[in-house]
């Protein structure tokens, strides 16, 4: 019975990165409540940082060996690690702007891709965008829910 409700659970979470807008409210709430002693990899914010890590590292890999040679990824670099130094201290602006950011660029992937331009497939650019977005949209909206709990306690 345990081992049934481990499967679950299990497969919620892995269908929660696809369907990136749907956050556990039990999870949110956790997440708020221990902001300050959760570990940086263990929080959206972390997990954020680390997705927007991965990119940077995949891009400048593709840079150096000449697989990609668009003079845009450089700025893709940049403004992503400019992003992603306000997504760590928790600025809610930063994780807004990442997203929109995150959207144009992998629409523009599926966009090359569906006019054979280029070899990733338009599902894959589909998932990465779904677990990017995820991680972006938890952490804003843990920023949020912080966000209210300290007003609400300011008024209150």
Avoid at 71 to 91: E, N, P, T, W
Wanted: charged letters at 15%.
């Amino acid at each position: 019975m345990s081992n049934s409700s481990n499967i679950v659970q299990t497969m919620k979470r892995l269908w929660s990165w696809l369907l990136w807008w749907n956050i556990d409210a039990t999870e949110l709430d956790a997440q708020v409540a221990n902001y300050e002693d959760v570990a940086l990899l263990k929080s959206p914010r972390g997990l954020s940082i680390l997705c927007i890590l991965f990119s940077i590292t995949i891009t400048v890999v593709l840079l150096i060996t000449k697989i990609v040679t668009d003079r845009f990824a450089y700025v893709d670099v940049g403004i992503f690690a400019v992003l992603g130094s306000f997504i760590y201290f928790g600025h809610r602006w930063a994780m807004i702007v990442v997203m929109i950011h995150w959207t144009i660029e992998r629409g523009y992937l599926v966009f090359l891709g569906l006019n054979g331009t280029i070899a990733p497939t338009v599902v894959t650019q589909i998932i990465w965008w779904c677990i990017y977005m995820h991680a972006f949209y938890f952490a804003f909206r843990v920023e949020q829910q912080r966000r209210r709990r300290t007003v609400a306690e300011a008024v209150g």
